[in-house]
């Protein structure tokens, strides 16, 4: 299985300022097409996850454009620009390059 | 498109879990989209169990794969997802997914429901 993982595990923002999360995966999710297959989501307190980011850095369809996605290969990454406090919950990776499908362990964004 | 997840929130042990997920406001026959059923331990991260195309083609996790079976009911845009001699380690939030796929390039899981409770205990 492909792991994931996330860093860091908790991360405390004050709101309007940066937050940026890391992923790593144990294989290349870079493709032979040329896409990298890992998406991002955020699953708000006592809520279903919600589709943030697909095939590494484009946004799904609602996602603010103070989201993004970039990385290749192994390495990724989730910026927001400025954090709101809706912003708040747990995100997860996760890899779609091979079966079973596999998701970071989560990392816990607050607000300061 | 909205999914819901329906099934007894108590199941014993040593039984056969069984949820079902009702597609509501698209078919379950839409191609480009297999359906997913994923898991969430309380208090853990996220756990793929499998997914189903229309056709009946399905995938499933190497770690549950002797015990789970994932099917669908294209008339009733229903697909179903069982989980025999459960134990409490089952015990989880189960959700199901819709997943974009075309050409074989996965475009995410965009539609989730809200999670049904699923609690293995005699």
């Known amino acids: 299985d492909i792991v994931m993982t996330q860093s860091p595990l908790s991360l405390p923002v004050t709101p309007g300022e940066p937050a940026s999360i890391s992923c790593r995966s144990s294989q290349s999710l870079l493709h032979s097409n040329g896409n990298n297959y890992l998406d991002w989501y955020l699953q708000k307190p006592g809520q279903s996850p919600q589709f943030l980011i697909y095939l590494g850095s484009h946004r799904a369809l609602g996602v603010p454009d103070r989201f993004s996605g970039s990385g290749s290969g192994t390495d990724f990454t989730l910026k927001i620009s400025r954090v709101e406090a809706e912003d708040v919950g747990i995100y997860y990776c996760?890899?779609?390059?091979?079966?079973?499908?596999?998701f970071g362990q989560g990392t816990r964004l607050e607000i300061k | 498109v909205q999914l819901q997840e329906s099934g007894p929130g108590l199941v014993k042990p040593s039984q056969t879990l069984s949820l079902i997920c009702s597609v509501s406001g698209g078919s379950i026959t839409s191609s480009g989209y297999y359906w997913s059923w994923i898991r969430q331990h309380p208090g853990k991260g996220l756990e793929w169990i499998g997914n189903?195309?229309?056709?009946?083609?399905?995938s499933y996790n190497p770690s549950l794969k002797s015990r789970v079976s994932i099917s669908v009911d294209t008339a009733k845009d229903q697909f179903s997802l069982k989980l025999s001699s459960v134990t409490a380690a089952d015990t989880a939030v189960y959700y199901c997914a819709r997943d974009r796929t075309l050409g074989d390039i996965p475009y995410g899981m965009d539609v989730w429901g809200q999670g049904t409770t699923v609690t293995v205990s005699s």
């Open positions: 996760m890899q779609a390059l091979q079966t079973p499908i596999t």
């Open positions: 189903i195309y229309y056709t009946g083609r399905t």
